[in-house]
């Protein structure tokens, strides 16, 4: 019936507007990847059971359920009787108002995706749905499926006990009009009179089994399935079910409950607890400001964290695994240097690598030069980017530490985390984080109610677990706080970039003074303004950092700030004026006694010395105009210094006619610490906001197959070769007229190597390949910038 | 943005700013899960420990009164980590009970099945419990309460011990409070212990502990042992009871190396009961030589490890700890929790000094320069010399004498490590040295001499050091001792610190070489004070009139 429509549907396609077509198409991408060639390709493609399967997957609960009542009701169906068949499935009194929009909603939805067709008042599935759909709403196989392979004696046997007072009963003749036994069996099972009266005469046991089948599942198991039995003889509830059709053999070990029964018992409903709008978040409603607060604080620690491991691994970086990876070890050891649990440190260490901030270099985890201008950003950017980050990583951290198929532990950093849909799967956790009233901390099993209602058909492996790792993590990273989405972890989902200007209020603002203690420690209640952080990192050691910094003065520290260059009036002076309170007493004399010990013991470098008894050669060898070269420096009567190399001294005093002696090397050793290391690594993946296509293709795809739709014959290229142009203009060029939106004239090499010159629409430019119509085709292509030869203008 | 006093820290400090109106409120409120570690004069350092949290739990606070005071007073957003951590924390407590069933005993039950199978899992737990009744208990033996506590709470599962305890045998005590009075605060600390149990009282030296001991007797009306660190403090425990209390001198025993009387109430100090004697504790008996109502652990920070092992066989009997501190060198803290109990009372040392109970003390660093010869010396001599070189040095000994000169009309404690130098120091000041020759006798002849003011200044070593009772020492000059642990320092703190009769301020000078090992630890010593809150000052030998050799 429905595919004998096919041609229908295509018409019913081709007689949409344009705008709906662009609609069709945003909505079902992969239906124009390629484009189809006309109306009639693509209203092909659209029933290929594989792109129904991804529309379906993409329609939440209730539209699904408007669709299955549908191609569950045999012909056309109206509005108005979709909506009295669902009203019965929508338990409570509910309004019919609330009812009606929802069902407008989804047809629109529906009829936009053309996934149902036709006119307001007679709507179809649209061909293909229906078997895409099956088993729809949990249903058992039609009676006649289910009775397909029984024996014509067993058919008898069935309609005897079901009908006794029928015409039934004489194998192999036809007395019904010559319906064929399984027909007319199918027919009475459809008949809600004859349904009660084979319900009546079953045992309790027997309806009760019956009850469980009803809402699907609506098979079982049943040892010897196909088992000979009647009316008379069935002894078991499930014989008497049998025996009356009410449930039958599908295999040699399985029973089904024929749908046409289900239908009956289902009391003319499809569904059950049918809601037409997304179940409500719920969870514990707390004060908005402090959740912002909150998850302002994890979020100021959180990139605290990430910058902690960037330090710590510039300068004692973690080996790249030979799998790639980071090992468990390192992990563990990184997440006490954090003070964090493993799992935690996971996802710092995930983050910093998805934000483009640490990398695999030289095989070592290195940060990477992006980091440097990501340390030096405000905290609220910074944090911004990690939470974009996060949102966009295609992985999975959360599964750190576990062990994959073949019993081998899934490492951090490492490819195995993959898991292609995180990305998109937290995005969506988002958007309903992002619709939860203010206040309130949605339960991690209501956010997943209400995945699972927006997306029935679609459960990625882990759906579940994935769900609940994120919201962990949106926890640890501050995107929520208390469970509440924070006002600017819902900017995060929305994407629009306001993340870090709503952040920003919430952190501590900085400060340009300190509180000095007799415990030589100083107390910066806040964020130090950039100049005051710088000195007093070098003249005191950090002990303990959060919304404050703890610092601690000590001998080494204050002998740091010496060595820097500062004098200790300096140093006493920034404190008094940065101070809060007056200088301690034991502060002051610290300095004064590190001070008065400073620079006694005087250390230069020298890279050889000359050293000889007699005071008098010395002077010669220094009076020698030669010698300058060599930068000598007298350190006592007997020793000079030089800034030469040993060889080169001994070479120069010899070509100086002396005869010098090289001493050899003992005690003599060279510290040299290594700088803290950087990588290059790669970009952080680019993070787009959708994958939908771009409006232009869209647009040249819908036109592109108008045009082979009305058999527009192609557009004879002009005659003669395009001028041959080169790369930089070809370009200019097609930048330009995609922004005209004017056609050009080019020359292009095809796949054969063959010159063909075709007359374009492009529509976008991207990764060496430009999309345009073709009009000389009549169908939208993609074509390799390289192989364009040559570009002219057309006239229009 | 908010303006509390408090800034929570992301290692679970918390900073107090002292000057800011709410501070005393806020101080309230963290009090019972933040243990104060550092108190100088501006911003003060509370830390959130597990134990700490237990001990809020077991005192009945719950995570929500804590996470409220914390988000109440914090001046920025606390993590929500922190938040989780401490809430998460706090739920262990009390997940698991030992409680005293009619049928079965003492039994370890759950409210949480998880953790009962989790920690029966446990193989340290295995061997120390027995038969299993039902899902939710199973048995304990009497004789393992004690290690099961320890165990758990190692485990991370602390469990709240409820099942009671033993009456021990009756013995009438009162408290005679002719011509003095309980202070609020002791009654405070008595009441709070006798209502939870067992557990500990932290105050500091000098705030009159021994009285919150006999208080706690007092309540306990039964026969009590005492076991505290050394014999004079011994004979001074007796000597306050008989003074205190409507005990008689014949109702108390003491059990030290010389007496070993067992009477109603006995004093045993913690060296006689870890003697050994080939390889066995000779001395144990003395625990079931009656059926002690109460047992009073003096100076818990200081209790030796076999005294915790003994102790584990004690639980069913009630325990109070007495200390300045929690903090133990050795890091048994959770020992203390499991086997003695938890806290029940803290009082701020600051806040008791504003009030009078005990006296403000200055600390004073004198440093004194080593000659030439002597700076030669100690660059050549052996590290494990070095100290005691560095701390004896002649020109401490001339400090000394110009400080006792400065404070001529003081009573003056020098105390130090060496007995060389303390006898020389003895000889030049012309006063009594007390070392650990000095017979006991002779020791409390000279106290009383120095408490009468018969003796201005008094020499004392080490063993002067715990438990001993010299309220009229106003200055203490230190100039040798141990390597600055913490708990000398408030040891040697709490001698000066005992309330004077006219109410001045009480000095401690601790005598450093320059540029030598002895300043290191001098250094450690001057975190500690100012830690506590003291005014702490660094002078050169020069500023007491000292004229120094090295300039």
Not at chain 1, 429 to 435: H, I, K, T, Y
Not at chain 2, 459 to 484: C, H, M, R, W, Y
Request: charged share 25%.
């Amino acid at each position: 019936m429905e595919r004998m429509t096919g041609t229908d549907f295509s018409e019913w396609l081709r007689g949409r507007s344009d705008e709906r077509l662009r609609a069709l198409v945003a909505a079902r991408p992969e239906l124009v990847t390629p484009v189809p060639a006309h109306i009639d390709g693509l209203a092909a493609r659209a029933c290929s059971p594989s792109a129904i399967g991804r529309a379906l997957d993409r329609l939440d609960r209730f539209s699904l359920a408007v669709l299955e009542t549908l191609a569950l009701r045999p012909g056309a169906a109206g509005r108005e009787t979709l909506s009295s068949l669902l009203r019965r499935a929508v338990p409570g009194d509910r309004d019919d108002e609330t009812l009606g929009r929802a069902l407008d909603a989804a047809l629109d939805v529906l009829t936009t995706r053309a996934l149902v067709y036709g006119p307001g008042d007679a709507l179809l599935p649209a061909p293909g749905v229906t078997d895409a759909l099956e088993p729809p709403a949990a249903l058992g196989p039609p009676a006649a499926e289910v009775f397909r392979h029984h024996s014509p004696e067993r058919l008898d046997v069935l309609l005897r006990d079901i009908d006794p007072a029928g015409e039934g009963g004489s194998g192999g003749e036809q007395p019904d009009g010559g319906r064929p036994a399984g027909e007319r069996l199918a027919a009475l099972l459809a008949d809600p009179a004859t349904v009660a009266r084979l319900v009546g005469e079953v045992s309790p046991q027997a309806r009760a089994a019956l009850d469980e089948l009803v809402w699907g599942p609506s098979s079982g198991r049943l040892p010897n399935a196909r088992r000979e039995v009647d009316a008379a003889s069935a002894h078991s509830p499930i014989e008497q079910l049998l025996a009356r059709g009410l449930l039958g053999a599908t295999g040699e070990e399985t029973v089904a409950l024929p749908r046409e029964v289900a239908l009956v018992l289902r009391d003319g409903r499809v569904h059950r607890d049918l809601s037409p709008g997304p179940p409500a978040l719920e969870g514990p409603v707390r004060d908005q400001d402090l959740a912002d607060r909150t998850a302002a604080g994890q979020a100021f620690t959180f990139v605290r964290t990430v910058e902690d491991l960037c330090e710590v691994w510039s300068v004692d970086p973690p080996g790249v695994l030979r799998a790639g990876g980071l090992a468990v070890r390192d992990l563990r050891r990184t997440a006490q240097l954090l003070d964090l649990p493993e799992w935690a440190a996971g996802l710092v260490v995930e983050v910093a690598h998805a934000a483009g901030l640490v990398a695999a270099g030289e095989g070592e985890w290195l940060p990477t030069g992006g980091y440097d201008g990501w340390r030096i950003k405000a905290t609220e950017d910074r944090w911004a980017v990690l939470a974009v980050a996060w949102a966009a990583m295609e992985r999975a951290p959360g599964l750190i530490g576990e062990r994959d198929d073949r019993d081998r532990p899934l490492n951090a950093l490492h490819p195995d985390l993959r898991r292609p849909g995180a990305a998109q799967m937290r995005a969506r956790m988002l958007a309903v984080l992002e619709s939860a009233p203010p206040g309130l901390a949605p339960t991690p099993e209501s956010v997943l109610a209400r995945l699972a209602w927006e997306q029935p058909r679609r459960r990625p492996a882990l759906r579940d677990r994935l769900v609940r790792f994120a919201l962990r993590e949106a926890e640890h990273i501050g995107v929520t706080g208390l469970g509440v989405p924070a006002t600017h972890g819902r900017a995060v989902a929305r994407g629009d970039g306001t993340a870090a200007g709503l952040l920003a209020p919430l952190l501590p603002e900085p400060v340009d003074h300190v509180l000095l203690q007799a415990d030589l420690t100083a107390v910066a209640p806040g964020p130090l303004t950039t100049d005051l952080g710088r000195r007093l990192a070098l003249t005191a050691d950090v002990e303990s950092k959060g919304g404050a910094t703890v610092y601690r003065f000590s001998e080494q520290s204050v002998r740091r700030a010496l060595d820097a260059g500062h004098s200790a009036d300096d140093l006493l002076a920034v404190l008094e004026r940065h101070s809060a309170t007056p200088v301690p007493q034991p502060l002051r004399y610290l300095v004064a006694d590190v001070a008065r010990r400073h620079g006694r013991i005087r250390v230069g470098t020298a890279s050889a010395y000359i050293r000889c008894d007699d005071p008098a050669l010395l002077d010669e060898v220094l009076a020698d105009k030669r010698a300058h070269l060599l930068r000598l420096r007298r350190l006592a009567p007997t020793v000079l210094a030089s800034k030469t190399s040993r060889a080169a001294l001994v070479d120069s005093l010899r070509a100086m006619g002396y005869a010098p002696v090289a001493e050899s090397l003992e005690g003599d050793v060279v510290v040299a610490r290594a700088d803290a290391r950087r990588t290059e690594g790669q970009l952080a993946a680019r993070v787009t906001a959708s994958n939908a296509p771009d409006p232009e293709v869209i647009d040249a795809a819908v036109r592109a197959m108008r045009a082979g739709d009305s058999r527009r014959r192609p557009v004879e290229a002009p005659e003669g070769q395009v001028p041959r142009s080169p790369a930089t203009a070809t370009i200019s060029a097609l930048q330009e007229a995609i922004r005209q939106g004017s056609r050009v004239w080019i020359g292009y090499l095809d796949s054969q190597g063959h010159a063909t010159s075709r007359i374009l629409e492009p529509a976008r430019m991207e990764g060496g390949y430009l999309t345009a119509y073709d009009e000389t085709r009549a169908t939208v292509h993609r074509f390799a910038l390289h192989r364009i030869t040559g570009i002219a203008e057309i006239g229009r | 943005m908010s303006d509390g006093p408090l800034i929570v820290q992301s290692d679970k400090t918390l900073l107090l700013e002292v000057d800011h109106p709410r501070a005393g409120e806020c101080r309230k409120a963290i009090a019972p899960f933040a243990e104060l570690e550092r108190a100088p004069e501006h911003v003060h350092t509370y830390r959130v420990t597990p134990l700490a949290l237990w001990n809020a739990r077991a005192a009945g606070h719950d995570a929500e009164q804590v996470v409220d005071a914390l988000i109440g007073f914090s001046r920025y957003p606390v993590p929500h980590a922190l938040l989780v951590d401490v809430a998460e924390t706090m739920a262990r407590y009390g997940r698991l009970r030992l409680e005293k069933h009619p049928v079965h005993g003492l039994v370890l039950t759950s409210i949480d099945r998880a953790v009962l199978e989790e920690v029966l899992r446990s193989k340290k737990i295995q061997p120390l419990v027995g038969e299993r009744h039902g899902a939710d208990m199973v048995a304990v033996h009497p004789s393992e309460r004690g290690n099961v506590k320890q165990t758990l709470l190692k485990l991370g599962w602390p469990a709240e011990d409820l099942a009671g305890y033993v009456d021990g045998e009756h013995h009438p005590i009162d408290l005679r409070e002719d011509g003095w009075s309980l202070r609020p605060y002791q009654k405070e600390a008595a009441d709070a212990f006798w209502h939870g149990g067992s557990g500990v009282v932290v105050l500091p030296c000098g705030a009159g502990k021994t009285i919150v001991g006999a208080a706690a007797m007092a309540h306990a009306s039964a026969t009590t042992l005492i076991l505290v660190t050394n014999t004079v403090s011994a004979h001074q425990w007796k000597q306050e009871l008989i003074k205190r209390t409507s005990l008689t001198e014949d109702e108390i025993g003491e059990y030290t190396g010389t007496k070993k009387e067992i009477r109603p109430v006995t004093i045993a100090t913690y060296q006689v009961m870890t003697t050994r004697r080939q390889g066995t504790y000779r001395h144990l008996e003395l625990f079931d030589a009656r059926d002690w109502g109460l047992v009073v652990y003096d100076e818990v920070h200081l209790l030796p490890a076999p005294i915790f092992r003994m102790t584990a066989d004690l639980q069913a009997r009630r325990r109070i700890g007495l200390t300045a501190t929690l903090v133990r060198e050795d890091g048994r803290e959770g020992d203390v929790f499991s086997l003695i109990g938890p806290k029940r009372y803290d009082a701020p040392w600051k806040e008791m000094e504003n009030q009078g109970y005990i006296a403000p003390a200055e600390c004073v660093e004198v440093r004194v320069t080593l000659g030439d010869d002597e700076r030669l010396a100690y660059a050549m001599a052996e590290s494990d010399e070095r100290y005691r070189f560095c701390s004896t040095t002649p020109a401490k000994t001339r400090v000394t004498e110009a400080l006792v000169r400065l404070h001529a009309d003081e009573q003056v404690l020098v105390i130090g490590q060496y007995i060389d130098q303390l006898d020389e120091l003895g000889e030049h000041l012309n006063a009594p040295v007390i070392k650990g020759e000095t017979r006991v006798k002779e020791r409390e002849r000279l106290f009383q001499a120095f408490r009468d003011k018969e003796i201005r200044v008094l020499v004392v070593s080490k063993v002067a050091n715990f438990s001993i009772d010299l309220p009229e020492a106003a200055v203490a000059i230190q100039v040798s001792g141990t390597f600055g642990s913490r708990q000398e320092e408030a040891q040697r703190l709490g001698r000066v610190l005992r309330p004077k009769a006219d109410g001045g301020g009480a000095r401690f000078y601790s005598v450093v070489s320059r540029d030598t090992v002895d300043q290191e630890f001098a250094a450690h010593r001057q975190r500690f004070l100012a830690e506590q809150g003291y005014a702490y000052h660094i002078i050169d030998a020069d500023d007491v009139g000292e004229e120094d050799p090295a300039r």
